[in-house]
């Protein structure tokens, strides 16, 4: 069975600070892995997603993820914080044969002035 | 292209009532899931259907039920509603496959008092 766990329920850091979310995957088969963030009162938006190739993805407003296979991880980086990242960010993974979103419990990102 | 988009936005209900919630997808997309997503429990999926079939389920009791219709729009019904089926219901639509990305509205806040 797949799981997905985030490391840090919450995370404060400086604004203009990097950040690093962690995630980890369990998934006896091949995954694909995802990023999203959802602001106060809103629905969940895209960051960037894994399917293949490159280890290293580029998703939007400066975020990227880094996938290891080899310790299961996809941890979310940005280099510069600004107080607009200030949200909650969710780690997902989905199965090749099914089409079910697992998710980890979410990484508020606190932005400290 | 309009994004994703559910009616009614909030809803508030009384224990042992039932409630249906719509979701409009995105033009094109063939396949809805739906997510419950409570402080305690986090992000949970319930079902997705593709082409008005319901190809994966969660582990939900059958108080809740959800159908598709030809247009794509779907529907999900809780009958004899409880205090914890208070949380905010999400629905994404996608493409069809694994690897699509699932765009999420902006969700229903039920409140079951």
């Known amino acids: 069975a797949q799981s997905v766990t985030q490391l840090d329920s919450q995370v404060p850091v400086f604004e203009e600070a990097p950040v690093e979310l962690r995630c980890n995957y369990s998934?006896?088969?091949?995954?694909?892995l995802f990023w999203y963030v959802q602001y106060p009162n809103q629905g969940l938006q895209l960051l960037l997603k894994?399917?293949?190739?490159s280890t290293l993805v580029k998703g939007i407003n400066g975020f990227e993820a880094e996938f290891n296979k080899s310790q299961t991880s996809f941890h979310l980086r940005k280099p510069s914080v600004h107080i607009s990242d200030t949200a909650e960010y969710f780690c997902?993974?989905?199965?090749?044969?099914?089409?079910?979103?697992?998710w980890g419990a979410g990484t508020k990102l606190i932005i400290k002035p | 292209k309009a994004g994703v988009t559910q009616t009614p936005r909030y809803l508030i209900k009384t224990r042992g009532q039932q409630v249906t919630l719509s979701c409009s997808p995105i033009?094109?997309?063939?396949?809805v899931s739906w997510y419950q997503q409570t402080p305690g429990q986090g992000l949970q999926f319930l079902f997705e259907?593709?082409?008005?079939?319901?190809?994966n389920k969660g582990n939900f009791p059958g108080r809740f039920s959800g159908r598709q219709f030809s247009n794509s729009r779907s529907e999900m019904n809780v009958s004899t509603l409880e205090l914890g089926d208070s949380a905010l219901y999400l629905c994404?639509?996608?493409?069809?496959?694994?690897?699509?990305?699932?765009?999420f509205g902006p969700g229903t806040r039920l409140t079951v008092l």
């Open positions: 994404a639509s996608f493409a069809g496959t694994a690897t699509d990305t699932q765009y």
């Open positions: 033009s094109g997309h063939r396949s």
């Open positions: 259907y593709f082409s008005e079939t319901q190809r």
């Open positions: 998934s006896s088969v091949s995954v694909y």
């Open positions: 894994y399917l293949s190739g």
């Open positions: 997902a993974v989905i199965g090749d044969s099914n089409y079910q979103l697992i």
